[in-house]
Structure formats: structure tokens, C-alpha cells
């Protein structure tokens, strides 16, 4: 899949897949134990568990370091960059566990990026293996019992931000962590803490989640901040900085939420990869109101409100840009042409088209007549896949970021590039911009949110939360005379 979303509790960097140009003193592996078994290791119950507590943070969901996504079954036996990552009944020949196993540098996860694997996940592993690598034997869509731990502390990804109503406050995640700063001068505010948060053994989390924040959205009064991560969202009081209501029951990450124009409605997508897109629907005030049953066949990335409320767009990972009745659900077009993901979906402001972005090669993002019900033009905005898209309010004007590092601002009615944001160094993943386009913000892999003046595109401050600042050189000492 991709660098974004996605994704959870540990890493496996990049680095992991790549052979160390230095040669350096041979790792200590981990040892073996006997597991007295005979019968067969189950991939859905002991293997996947595995990659989802200590893995997927980097591989998995929008994120695929590497290009190896152990997300699902499909992605680990499609192997990454350096090839296959398993070689069925072969442990000594495949990859996975030559470095998850500590036999071959680089390790994985590299030492201070979170627990490796212990003797007795790793000889599950290698059974596995030695058994032949065989696929989960019951359906993929059963629910599975994952246990989270906290992300490493270098994992630390701004996925998701959003502006708030009245312009006075700018949110984002980093890791699982939700910060807040003044949208004027980029000033530190607070962090959103649930006090009754615990990791599996019972500490406390001093986090806004366990996993990684994937999805935000203020609600349109900004009473309310919604914020998406691994089978939860959060609803937050805002002026109190404290959660109101915490939603579970999501099949896998919430990488989307938007609300309704009116505010009468919450929206979020998301769903394991391969498998059903899940699409849900909620009151204000989280209630369950409907789920969209098989709205698409993997991941949905982006949904949004058309602006009457009467319509929900959604955009997955099977290519397709769907929309829906509110709040039946019912099906009501189809919008086919993408060749890649569909990362993320917006409605001008008459309701008349919609835009959709992903990751296809050339022409990413496709402009669409929604009455007629055909493409209306394509925009080559780059050379790397555009993760985010949203519309400045009451205009056909739309900012759209992505994996080139910086931001631009584009006209759906004629196709024009009209701005760029730009100083980002890495892959961006989020961006929001203020209901009068005065003020936008983005955020990526670096970990950095960048606050603009969006009407002359200038940089007002990189942002970031106390104790997160890159640490300044010293003077060199003066020698003495």
C-alpha cells in the first residue's frame, strides 16, 4: 500500500530492507525454542497478532516502508523492494526472519525503535514458514484480537490536522499524540490526554490514543474535534481539552472522518486492507445512525459530505469514487477511471463536481461532472501519489498535498494552479485550510506542521510540541589563551 495510514504500535523502518553499507560486528540472534507441536501454526491467529503489535507502524496502510506491507496476507507474499519477504518452507531463505530473527543486518526494528520479536513469536514464525507459509484458514474478515502497545518514540508522523471554525486554533496529531496551537502565531497550546487510557498491562497512555492518530475533523459549531485511530474515534470537548465520547467497533484504522455541512452528521472510512471498505454514520453526537455495507472492496481513504448534506463521496483503495444517499446509504453513482488507490474525495461548493486524488502513475487527480456522472478533466500535479485534498469553503478552490513535500492550491473549474506551500521535507499526509482560506497547515512524515498565510502562501511557523525541537549545537569552547 502506501507511506500513510495508515501503521500502529512498533516500526520496521525503511532501513530494515536495505542492506547496511558499513560493514559492522554481526548482530546476536535471537534464539530459537522448541515449541512441541506438530499441529499447524495458524497465520490469523499467531502470525498476523505478531505484525500488528510489532510491525506494521511502518507497514501497513498508507505507510509501506520499503514498499512491504504486512497488513495482509496478499502484501507479505508480494515481498517489498529487495524481494520476496517469505520463501514458503524455507525460514533460512526468507528475509522476514533472517532480520526479524537478528541473523542478518539490518535487524528489524532497529535497537530503540521497539521490541523485537520474542523466541517464542519468532519460532512461531519460522513453524510457519517451515510449514509451508499457508494463508489465514477462516475468513479474513473475522475479527481478530490485537493487543497495542504505545509506538516507539521515533515514530512520531503527522497524519491528520484541521483548523478550527473560528480560526483560533489549529489541531494535529504526531504519533498518537493530538496537539494544539494558536492559528495566528504557531504558538504551543495544550495536548488532548484521555485520563482513561491504558496500555495492555495497565499503565497509563498520556496519549489522546494507544495507536497512531490517523483522521480529525472539527465540527462545524468547533465544539467538537474528532479524531480516528486504530478501531476507535475519539470525540473531544474542545473548550474543556477533554474526550466526550470514545466510539469502537471499527474493523481496523478510522482513516477518515469528516462532518456534515449542517452538523447534523459524523462520516468516517477506513476498513482492513483487501477486504470490505468500511463506511459508518454517525449523529453529532456519535451515535450510531448507519453502516454502508459494502460500500467498496478495501480500504475507503477519504469521504465527504456533499454540501447540502443529502450525499457522501467516498474514495478506496479499489480505485473507485462511489457517492451515497444520507442517510440510507443507498448507492447513487459510480465514478470509474483511477488506476491506482483513491486517496481522497471533495465536492465544490455548488455540489455540481468532484474532485478525487490517489496514487496513479501520471494524471493523480481527476476533476468529475457529478450530473452527468463523467470524468471532467485530469490534473497532473506531480510526480508522486497526492495523499489529502480539501476544498477552501464557498469556492471551487482546493489544496491538495502529497508526496513531493509541499502543498498547492488548484481551481476545479478550470483546472489552474494557483499557489503553492512549500518548505515541507518529506511526505506529506495531511493539510487543512481556515472556512475564509486565510490560514492553512500541513503535515507529513517529518513530523513537523507547517502554518501559512494562505492568501500569500508565505511560511508563518513550523510547528511543533515542547521538548520536540531539534536540539541546538553548542558553541565550540574558545581556547584558552
Known sequence: MFRHALALVA???????ADDPKPKAAPTPIQLVD?????????????????????????AGKITEGKLDLGTYA??????????????????????????????????PPKGDGDPLTSQELSLLKLWIDQGAKPPAVDAKATRTVVLSLPPAVVKPVRAVAISPDKTTVAASRGNQVHLFDAKTGEFKKTLVDPTLKTADGKPATA????????????????????????????????????????????????????SGDGKHLATGGGAATEDGEVKLFTAAGDAVAEFKNAHTDTVFGVCFSPDGKLLATAA???????????????????????????????????KKLVSCGADTDKMVKVWDYEKGEKARDLTTGKLQATRLVFVPKTPQFL????????????????GQMRSFDGGKDFLYAVA?????????????????????????QLI?????????????????????
Open 35 to 59: 515449541l512441541k507441536r506438530a499441529d499447524a501454526v495458524s497465520y490469523e491467529k499467531e502470525i498476523a497478532p505478531v505484525f500488528a503489535a510489532k510491525c506494521q507502524a511502518c507497514h
Open 208 to 259: 489522546a490514543h494507544i495507536s497512531l492518530v490517523e483522521s480529525m475533523a472539527y465540527s462545524p459549531d468547533g465544539k467538537t474535534l474528532a479524531t480516528g485511530s486504530f478501531r476507535e474515534l475519539t470525540l473531544w470537548d474542545t473548550d474543556k481539552g477533554e474526550p466526550r465520547k470514545r466510539i469502537s467497533g471499527f474493523a481496523d484504522r478510522v482513516v477518515a472522518v469528516t462532518y
Open 11 to 17: 516500526a520496521l523502518p525503511a532501513v530494515a530492507l
Open 317 to 351: 483503495a479499489d480505485k473507485f469514487v462511489k457517492v451515497f444517499e444520507v442517510p440510507s446509504g443507498k448507492l447513487a453513482k459510480t465514478f470509474e477511471g483511477h488506476t491506482n488507490h483513491v486517496l481522497d474525495v471533495g465536492w465544490t461548493a455548488d455540489g
Open 400 to 415: 491538495l498535498c502529497g508526496g513531493d513535500g509541499g502543498a498547492k492550491l488548484w481551481n476545479a473549474d478550470n483546472g
Open 433 to 457: 485550510v481556515s472556512p475564509d482560506g486565510k490560514v492553512v497547515a500541513t503535515g507529513g512524515e517529518e513530523g513537523v506542521v507547517r502554518l501559512y498565510n494562505g492568501e500569500n502562501n
Open 461 to 481: 511557523k513550523a510547528l511543533l510540541p515542547p521538548g520536540a525541537e531539534p536540539a541546538k549545537n553548542p558553541e565550540p569552547a574558545k581556547p584558552k589563551k
Open 75 to 108: 502484501g507479505l507474499m508480494k515481498g517489498g523492494e529487495r524481494g520476496p519477504a517469505v520463501v514458503a518452507n524455507k525460514p533460512a531463505d526468507s528475509r522476514l526472519f533472517q532480520l526479524a530473527g537478528h541473523l542478518k543486518k539490518p535487524v528489524m
